[in-house]
């Protein structure tokens, strides 16, 4: 195993952290495709078993391809541990079936990802871990609706579609003031814009489908924070229950890593010049991205994330009408909810991922009927433009 001191920067440990060098010499990590490990005797298989001896049993539990890329992640978040698991559900899941017992309680910012929304309401409910949904940037909300059962205060910033920021660092207070963890889905930053870790949280949660891989081809997820927590109590049920990572999706996942820092940089460039462009186009009422001066949190996403990352929407003076006119209109965008990918891709959610709410909690939610949300991709600037200045007036 090559040797490596804790000094190398973000872009060095995201090529080289973690990799397990075998006698053959590979240059690029090698795919560990072996659902178990062989002992030379009985004994040291007994060793193995009772936790005595450290080492590989079955791949349920650990394999070196996603430790390598378990490392590498825990290296970039900041992070002393981090369990890789199936999906970004999956990794969701298993913190909170490992944190938490019936009676819990979890306070969560209301703007996240549908299905962990539903994953809360539909599955958690059931074994009596209930869950309070507040309003992202609003500090008091998130204060009064904890209570001593409370274990988790859980969100995603910036948020989807609208690009509302929470303060982490105010939030980390917060949870720490009530012996809670603050848990952030760090799936729109990626550790290369933001490192909740540092600013106080204590659970990073991903889903390695979106940015960490990068070109939409793998599902994955991780979670990472402290050794006590994640890398025992959280491992300890992602191991009994069974959504491990499989080596080729790690070794994907792995690649991804290597060119994390470049993509979102460039993903950030490209969203930022296209929300300028859409915040001069007449039929635009109003452009989210987190990188715009007319930001609402600009401020804070300045001094909290070091990108403004690749995700925007925007508002359409015709409503739903103006919206899938649009989207019908591109031949160069996908039509798909899918993200962080080179790909661009566009949505409009109050008929697709905000579908299934009442009129009134969209328009609570701040979802308009004519709001669009582009996914920004690494396509040339130019033909993006071109695309979306097709279906517009
Ligand atoms: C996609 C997504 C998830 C779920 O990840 P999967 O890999 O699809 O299971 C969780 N959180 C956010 C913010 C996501 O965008």
């Known amino acids: 195993m090559p040797e490596y001191n804790d000094n190398y920067s973000f872009d060095t440990l995201a090529i080289r952290e973690g990799q397990l060098r075998t006698n053959e010499g590979e240059h690029s990590e090698p795919i560990f495709t072996t659902s178990s490990y062989v002992f030379a005797s009985a004994e040291e298989a007994a060793a193995r078993f009772s936790g005595e001896q450290p080492g590989n049993i079955y791949s349920r539990f650990t394999n070196p391809t996603v430790r390598t890329f378990e490392q590498r992640l825990a290296a970039l978040e900041g992070a002393e541990s981090c369990v890789a698991t199936a999906s970004g559900m999956a990794a969701i899941l298993a913190t909170c079936l490992g944190l938490l017992k019936a009676g819990d309680h979890i306070v ?102 979106k940015f960490l891989d990068g070109q939409g081809r793998c599902m994955g997820g991780a979670i990472l924070g402290p050794k006590d927590i994640v890398g025992e109590e959280i491992f300890g049920f992602n191991r009994t229950a069974g959504p491990a990572m499989s080596p080729f999706n790690a070794w994907v996942f792995l690649k991804g890593l290597e060119t994390l820092s470049l993509r979102m940089k ?45 995700l925007l929407s925007f508002e359409l003076k015709g409503g739903k009408d103006a919206g899938w006119k649009l989207i019908d209109a591109t031949r160069l965008i996908s039509i798909t909810a899918n993200l962080g990918d080179t790909k661009s891709t566009i949505t409009h959610p109050a008929t697709t991922t905000h579908g299934r709410l009442t009129p009134e909690q969209r328009e609570q939610a701040g979802i308009a009927d004519g709001l669009i949300r582009v996914a920004v991709g690494l396509e040339d600037i130019e033909d993006l433009k071109t695309d979306l200045a097709r279906g517009m007036g």
Not at 125 to 146: N, P, Y
Not at 268 to 292: C, I, K, T
Request: with cysteine; net charge negative; proline share 4%.
């Open 266 to 310: 460039a993903h950030s460039a490209n969203a930022l010049a296209l929300a300028r462009w859409l915040e001069q186009q007449v039929a635009v009422e109003r452009v989210f991205y987190p990188g715009l001066e007319s930001h609402a949190q600009h401020q804070l996403a300045k001094t909290q994330q070091s990108g403004f990352g690749g």
């Open 108 to 209: 969560s910012s209301r703007s996240i990802f549908g299905t962990t929304t539903l994953l809360c309401t539909n599955y958690l409910a059931k074994f009596g871990i209930e869950t309070r949904f507040v309003d992202l940037a609003d500090i008091g909300d998130w204060t009064t609706a904890i209570r001593p059962e409370t274990r988790l205060l859980f969100l995603e910033t910036p948020s989807n579609p609208l690009t509302e920021l929470a303060d982490i660092e105010q939030l980390a207070q917060l949870a720490h003031q009530n012996d809670c963890l603050l848990v952030v889905d760090n799936c729109f930053c990626t550790p290369a814009l933001q490192q909740p870790i540092a600013l106080g949280a204590d659970i990073v949660i991903h889903s390695a489908t």
